[in-house]
């Protein structure tokens, strides 16, 4: 189940990128922006459906890092934001390993999207196709 949720996250991951791409959205970077603080956020929304204050302090502590990151990526250039789509990725596979509030398939899903639209959006960046 772990690995088909990995597939199906890598594959939705670059299909989003890829769908933002032609529907215009990476001509500038807010649209990439609001992106990652959306990935950002399911964490501490299923800590709080969980009822879990220490889990919810954590996961809100990693968002506003995450939305932080964010709001740089915007001011500074795309490359800051594809960073923080893998290194999102990177974070839910560790928690995969030690355990996050959710359902059991969600790190592993939502690792290999972030992974996936991380490297696509970097690509687009090398070739031309999405601002800088």
Not at 27 to 40: H, K, P, W, Y
Not at 43 to 51: D, T
Not at 84 to 103: E, K, Q, T, W
């Amino acid at each position: 189940m772990i690995l088909i949720a990995a597939l199906v996250g890598a594959g939705l991951g670059g299909l989003a990128m890829l769908m933002m791409f032609h529907a215009g959205m990476l001509a500038e970077r807010s649209g990439t922006a609001v992106f990652l603080c959306a990935i950002a956020l399911f964490y501490p929304i299923f800590a709080a459906q969980e009822a879990d204050t220490g889990n919810l302090a954590l996961h809100l502590i990693i968002f506003i890092g995450f939305a932080t990151l964010a709001r740089f990526g915007f001011q500074r250039g795309t490359h800051l934001l594809a960073g923080g789509l893998i290194g999102h990725g990177i974070l839910d596979f560790g928690l995969h390993v030690i355990g996050a509030p959710g359902p059991v398939w969600w790190p592993a899903m939502c690792g290999a999207f972030d992974i996936a639209a991380g490297v696509s959006l970097v690509r687009l960046v090398q070739t031309g196709k999405a601002t800088t």
